[in-house]
């Protein structure tokens, strides 16, 4: 078994992983990552080394709430 260490999330801070796996693929998409933030929509590829972690936005659209209307203004 591998172990892909624990990393924060570089967005809001929360801890993604520690992930144990049987092999560690390869991940070119955020769909691929084993280690993600659903709440930011970040994901840290697969690799082993923190130092080699690169980070990868969803391409799917964020749940933000919307905005609370303002007074009006004429």
């Known amino acids: 078994m591998v172990i ?9 801070g929360r801890a993604m992983g520690p992930v144990e796996v049987k092999e560690v693929p390869p991940a070119n998409t955020y769909d691929e990552c084993l280690r993600r933030c659903p709440r930011c929509g970040v994901g840290a590829t697969n690799a082993k080394n923190p130092a080699k972690v690169k980070y990868i936005q969803s391409d799917r659209p964020r749940d933000i709430p919307p905005e609370k209307p303002g007074p009006a203004t004429d």
């Not at 892909?4 to 809001?12: A, G, M, Q, Y």
């Open 4 to 12: 892909l260490p624990k990393l924060r999330c570089p967005s809001c």
